[in-house]
């Protein structure tokens, strides 16, 4: 019998409620994809909340020996701007999670993720969804390792429009200096943008179904729902947005996207467009695309994909 080679993968993120579903995600496909490491970035909150939550996380999920590290606290160049009117203050508010039973491994998030690149026989995936610094500190410090990397599968950005302002997503707008280092690296992007993340939504019922799974893992995550829609239906949202898993679901489930490649061009400067993800979308400047754009999926597949992973911890208590 041959044994499906799993793809090794690196989450880096700022949790955040999306980036902790993405996390139970991609721990639920574990026969596709190998989790090697967490890097917390500070994003919609601090540093310090971001590491710990990835560290109640780890817990909550029994994932132990998943190597974990800190990462930058602040952007590049600018002041971090954090998002506690989405994620509360704690950067996860909602249900009570577990005390954290798993260290920091010692290394900070470059040091981490370069190991973890050095050592893997096969190139390594980046999820990355929080601002790109840690990213884009790793490319800087460590530009030997580009090689190693398959693909950095982002939440960031968007062909259309924002939702930190007219023009920018938050992730890109938080720190678009280290995502134009990343867009500009050479290494492929797959960008799960805007475009894409807002189709990919879960109804108050489409959770409550999830939350009758019954195990504390499906609960929590309808919980982290409960709390993430506060701030959404304010703003007339039919439901929670899924941003950060749409980077982890297209890695196993690529079907149920559809994408445009194309040229994108970060802008840090504009007056009204600083932290825009700008497609050549017609190849105008004759650059090649280093860049895949998910533009649609197929919702419901999604949050069947979503239901079935949350029930694979088990029915029940
Ligand atoms: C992104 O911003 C954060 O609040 C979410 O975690 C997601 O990564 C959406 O714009
Ligand atoms: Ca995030």
């Not at 409550?208 to 829609?229: H, L, M, Q, S």
Request: glycine share 8%; with cysteine; hydrophobic share 40%.
């Amino acid at each position: 019998m041959t044994v499906k080679k799993r793809r090794p993968i690196i989450l880096d993120g700022d949790p955040g409620h999306d980036d902790a579903i993405a996390f139970v995600l991609a721990a639920a496909f574990s026969d596709e994809l190998e989790i090697k490491a967490i890097t917390a970035v500070g994003g919609n909150q601090t540093l310090a909340k971001t590491t710990l939550n990835y560290r109640k996380i780890a817990t909550l999920l029994n994932l132990k020996d998943i190597p974990i590290a800190a990462g930058r606290d602040n952007p590049l160049l600018a002041d971090l701007v954090i998002a506690p009117n989405y994620h509360g203050e704690s950067g996860l508010d909602g249900p009570t999670l577990p005390e954290p039973e798993v260290e920091l491994c010692g290394l900070s998030a470059v040091e981490l993720m370069a190991k973890v690149l050095r050592e893997s026989e096969d190139k390594v995936t980046i999820v990355a969804t929080g601002p790109q610094t840690n990213v884009a500190a790793l490319l800087l410090a460590h530009p030997e390792l580009k090689d190693k990397i398959e693909c950095i599968s982002i939440m960031g950005g968007g062909l259309v429009h924002g939702n930190w302002s007219a023009a920018a997503e938050f992730n890109i707008f938080v720190d678009p200096e280290s995502a134009k280092i990343e867009f500009l690296s050479g290494v492929p992007v797959v960008m799960s943008g805007l475009d894409v993340t807002e189709k990919a939504y879960v109804t108050p019922e489409e959770w409550n179904k999830i939350r009758n799974i019954g195990n504390p893992i499906a609960k929590t995550v309808a919980e982290w729902c409960d709390f993430f829609y506060i701030r959404l239906k304010e703003l007339g949202w039919p439901g929670v947005l899924m941003h950060d898993p749409c980077a982890v679901v297209y890695l196993t489930h690529p079907e149920i996207f559809t994408w445009k490649d194309c040229y994108v061009e970060i802008d840090t400067e504009g007056e009204y467009t600083k932290g825009a993800t700008v497609p050549d979308y017609y190849g105008l400047n004759g650059q090649k695309p280093n860049c895949r754009a998910l533009v649609d999926v197929d919702r419901e597949k999604f949050v069947e994909i979503m239901y079935e992973a949350c029930k694979s911890f088990g029915e029940g208590k």
